[in-house]
């Protein structure tokens, strides 16, 4: 077995089983890390909680691998100014809360401010699943983080600078265009483009 793993825990096994069987799919809407009381962890599919979760935020991106399509990649920001600990583990929760991956990862030092150092992390883990097809990203667009090259990469491929866009309904920005980003400012769910 490899050294860093994800999979199913047996509530996910069980919830995807019931997905392919009802013809319904697998919500995913979270993913929590953890210091796993600093020790790194061997998962095992038993698991129903991360063994000390120390953040939990709702996922930004799920894709299918282009090179494997029983792979899904599913991502979380972990904002700037959250940190201070190590992490070791990762869950992925479903819509009902109910914790469906777990994920070791190599010890990742996530700094806060206050260190004198910041950044934000993208999680990003890999899943292997038999049907993936059955899982769903389910998106709260009022809480969802997008990084500063994600809304840089989305201006640059359409909307013009100066223009009043509105969030899609899956909660992300609609494609965009024009030159490089110079400002944002947000007004409820809607977000203005050009000098601030």
């Known amino acids: 077995m490899a050294e860093f793993t994800s999979m199913l825990t047996d509530i996910g096994r069980a919830k995807m089983v019931a997905a392919v069987a009802l013809g319904e799919s697998l919500q995913f809407t979270a993913m929590g890390v953890g210091d796993g009381n600093g020790n790194p962890i061997t998962p095992v599919s038993a ?3 991360l063994v000390h979760e120390v953040y939990r935020a709702n996922l930004t991106n799920l894709t299918k691998d282009p090179e494997n399509p029983n792979w ?7 904002p700037s100014a959250e940190g201070g600990w190590t992490i070791h583990e990762v869950g992925i929760f479903d819509n009902l809360g109910d914790m469906v991956v777990i994920a070791n990862l190599p010890p990742t030092y996530k700094p806060l401010v206050a260190e004198g150092s910041a950044r934000e992390l993208i999680i990003r883990v890999v899943v292997q699943m038999a049907n993936p097809d059955v899982v769903e990203l389910v998106i709260d667009p009022t809480v969802t983080l997008a990084t500063h090259d994600w809304v840089e990469a989305r201006i640059r491929s359409g ?7 509105r969030i899609t309904e899956n909660g992300g920005l609609p494609p965009v265009d024009g030159g490089l980003l110079t400002g944002i400012r947000k ?3 809607e977000y203005f483009y050009g000098q601030i």
């Open 47 to 49: 698991m129903s909680g």
């Open 72 to 78: 899904l990649i599913v991502e979380m920001v972990i």
């Open 159 to 165: 909307v013009n600078p100066g223009e009043l866009v």
């Open 187 to 189: 007004r409820n769910r």
